[in-house]
Every structure is written in C-alpha cells, then in structure tokens.
C-alpha cells in the first residue's frame, strides 16, 4: 500500500463486489451504467465478432471504452486483461492473438470467473484461462506479458500506484499497456474521495 489512502481500500472493494456481483447475477437488470451488447456497439467494437458471440460473453460486458481501439493485437500475443469481469475483452484479444497466443484474465470476482469460464468453454477457447485474484497483486509471473489490457477498473482502486506498478510488473520490457478508464480532468474535493458511494455510483 502507499501511504495514506482517501477511502479503506477493502470497504471499498466489498461495495464494489457486491456492485458487480449483481451485474454477473442479473447482466439483463437495471444497472446504472451501460452493459452488454449495445454497449459494445456504443464503443464501437467490431459488430460482425460481437454479433458472432454468444450472449453468455457479451451480455455482462460492463467496460466504459475499447482498449483495441487503440491498436490491434498481433498474432501470438500473451495478454493479461486485469479486472476482466465477464470476459468480453478477453474473447476479443483471444480472436486477435489466435490459437498461439495466450489470454488470462483476472478478476476478483467468483461470479465473474465462473461466468467468463462458462462463455469459454461454450465458445471452445482453449487459449483463454481465468484466474482469480486482485489488480493489486496480479496472479502472473513478472514480464509475461506482451501486451496488458484493462477496461473500467482502476478507477474502482483505492490505491491506484500499486496498481499500475502491478500492471507495470507483469509486462515484459517493450510490451504494451493498453487500457480504458475513467479521470477526472480538475481534482475531486477530499469530502467527495472518501465517499464510497461515489466511487461506485
Ligand atoms: C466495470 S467492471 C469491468 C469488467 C470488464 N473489464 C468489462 O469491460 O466488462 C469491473 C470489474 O473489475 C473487477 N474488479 C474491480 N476491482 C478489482 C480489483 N482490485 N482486483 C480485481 N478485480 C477487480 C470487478 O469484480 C468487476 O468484474
């Protein structure tokens, strides 16, 4: 951890399990944010790919960009997708990279894992693995991978320089840090950081 954090990082993480438990549980409920199919189209992903996968892997889609959009994959890849929820991105990077490529996604959440292992197995993706554990202690060897995606989640981390450093760690010298967040562009008032329901909200 480094020093002193605006909200108790594990308070935080149970409210945002309970948060996207209910995504995993109910992907077609009312959440306040935007989910599953439309909402790959809105960030304009390939629609001929969305199209092609089952609901199982799209509809829990709870992303708020796209990482490839930046650039494609290569051919071969090993990717690390950190926060990968119900697996979209990593089906998409699994499409990209192909058969000699490799794909881990990491997620905290058992309902997202099980669900993400699921759209898998239906989609017969033998080079994609979940694994669970946290984006503040990655469940990777150091330098594995060419390539590190995230979608939506760093801003759900209390301590966001362990983070990236753990982002950072994964990756091999030369490799490539493509994600998608949420900034803010002025400061957040401190009353407004130590309030939990807005990091979720
Ligand atoms: C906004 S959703 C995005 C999921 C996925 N990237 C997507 O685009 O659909 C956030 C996901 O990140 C996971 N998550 C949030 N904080 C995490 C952390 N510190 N470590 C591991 N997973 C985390 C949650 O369990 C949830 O599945």
């Known amino acids: 951890m480094s020093g002193e954090l605006p909200v108790d990082p594990l308070a935080l993480r149970e409210e945002v399990k309970s948060k996207y438990r209910d995504v995993a549980r109910n992907p077609n409920g009312e959440h306040h944010f935007h989910t599953g199919r439309p909402l790959a189209r809105r960030l304009g992903y390939d629609a001929a790919l969305v199209d092609s996968m089952p609901d199982a892997a799209v509809e829990s889609f709870a ?110 010298p030369g490799g490539r840090l493509q994600f998608g967040d949420i900034a803010n562009e002025k400061p957040v008032p401190a009353g407004a950081l130590s309030d939990i329901d807005l990091w979720t909200g």
């Open 63 to 172: 992303g708020v960009a796209n990482p490839f959009a930046l650039r494609a994959l290569d051919a071969g890849e090993k990717v690390v997708d950190a926060g990968s929820g119900g697996g979209f991105d990593c089906f998409v990077a699994a499409q990209q990279v192909g058969p000699t490529g490799k794909v881990v996604g990491i997620d905290m959440l058992p309902e997202m894992l099980d669900r993400s292992r699921t759209a898998a197995g239906l989609m017969g993706l033998e080079h994609v693995e979940f694994r669970e554990g946290l984006l503040e202690r990655i469940p990777v060897p150091d330098g594995w991978a060419d390539v590190v995606i995230s979608n939506g989640v760093i801003n759900l981390c209390a301590d966001k320089k362990e983070a990236f450093s753990e982002l950072w760690r994964v990756m091999r």
